[in-house]
C-alpha cells in the first residue's frame, strides 16, 4: 500500500466491497424468483416517486396483470400509490428485492457489486436523454477512475436501455459504456406532456393554493458534483438570479400574475430541506421536497435551468426555455466540454441577469416554435406519449416468454 495514491487506495476498498456484495447476493439466490415482482428505484434511492420509472409503474398499474411492485427509497416518508409497495433501500433489503424479482426498473446506476440471473430482466432508463453534461468516455480525463468501473459494472447487467431519439441511440454506447440493447422508446416522464397536461396543470396550482389562471415559472438547476476521485460530493450554491426581476419582466413580456417555482435536482433535495436562497421575491415556491419534476413542468408556463436535461424534456410541450449559465466556464472546466453548442440549440443563453432580461423580451414564439420541430426533426426525437406502453409491452412479453 506504500507509495500508491488516494485515488488507488480508495478504488482497492470499493472492489473489496464490490466483491463482498456479489457474494452475498450470490448467497440469496437459494431463494427461488418471485415470476410476477418488479423492483423500480430512481437516483440510487434518493429519488421517490418520480421519472421513467414512475411512469412505468402507474402503465403497469392499469394493466389486467397483477404485478408485485417494490420500490427501493432511502426516504420512508416518500409517497406511494396503492399497488406500490414501499421498502427501505437499505442495502440487504435491496439484495434481497433484486434478488427475487423477476424485473428490475431504474434510472441511476445499480450498486457496485450487484448481481443478476440469467432469468431476470434490467431495463435501464437512465435519467436523461437528450443532455447537456458530458457523461461517460465523453468527460475524457475528467471521468474518475472508479466512476468508470462503476459504470462499465451495471451496463454489463442492464438488458435494455432505453431511447427518445438517434441521437441518444448512436451516443449512449460511449455516455453509459453500454453496448448492448438500445431500444427506442420515448421517454416515459414525458407521456404526461402529451397525455395529461391539462388535467396536470390545474392540480398542481390546488396543491399549492394559487388562483387557476396564475402562471408559473419553474426554475430547476442541474446536479452539480458528483463521483469525485474518493467520496461522492454534491454542491447547491446560492443562484445569482434576480428573482424580483424575473417575475417583473415575465409579467410585462407574458402578462399574468406569475409565481417562481425553486426546484433542486433530486439528489440535493434528499440533502437539503430547501433550496438555498436569500434573494428572496414575492410569490416563490420551494417545490424541491415534491417527488416528480416533469408533473411539476407540465403545469409551468416557463422553464429556466442551466445546463439541465429537462430543457430538452419540455420542448415537447413548446414550453419556453431560457438558459441562464452564469458559471459556464467554471462548470465545463470541472465537468468537462458540453454535449451540446449552447448557443447553436433551440434556446436563448444568458450568462448575467440583464441577458436574460433581454431574452425574455426579445422571445419570439413563432420562431421559438420552428426551432424545436426543426431539431426534433433533425436528431429523429420519438416522444408520441406511448413510451411507458412501449416498456411495458416489453416486460409483459418477457415475462409471458418466461
Known sequence: MKGMSNEEKYIRKRKRECLRTNIIYHLLWIFPVNKKKIVFTTFEGDGGYCCNPRYIAEELLKRKDKFEIVWLVNNMNRQFP?????????????????????????NSRKAYGTAKRKSQLYIQTWHAALEFKPVGKFRGK??????????????????????????????????????????KTGSPRCDIFINRREEIYQSIRERYGMPLDAKIVLFAPTFRGGSQKGNRQVFADESTIDFRRLVKVLEEKFSGNWFVF?????????QLEQFPLTNDASNIIDVSQADDMNELAAASDVLITDYSSSAFDVINMHLPVFI???????????????????????????????????NIIEFDAEKYMEKIDSFSEEHEVLEDGRASERVVDMIEKFLNNN
Not at 425553486?262 to 434528499?270: K, M, S
Open 82 to 106: 396503492d399497488g406500490v409497495k414501499k421498502v427501505k433501500n437499505s442495502f440487504l433489503n435491496r439484495a434481497y428485492h433484486l434478488a427475487t424479482a423477476k424485473v428490475w426498473v431504474d
Open 142 to 183: 475528467l471521468f474518475p477512475r472508479i466512476a468508470y468501473l462503476v459504470s462499465e459494472y451495471d451496463s454489463k447487467l442492464a438488458d435494455y436501455v432505453t431511447s427518445n431519439s438517434e441521437w441518444c441511440t448512436k451516443l449512449y454506447p460511449e455516455m453509459l459504456l453500454y453496448h448492448g440493447n438500445i431500444i
Open 262 to 270: 425553486l426546484r433542486l435536482h433530486p439528489q440535493l433535495a434528499a
Open 324 to 358: 441562464y449559465a452564469d458559471d459556464l466556464d467554471r462548470y465545463t472546466e470541472e465537468r468537462g466540454k458540453l454535449m451540446w453548442d449552447m448557443f447553436s440549440l433551440p434556446f436563448s443563453v444568458a450568462r448575467d441577469n440583464d441577458e436574460l432580461v433581454k
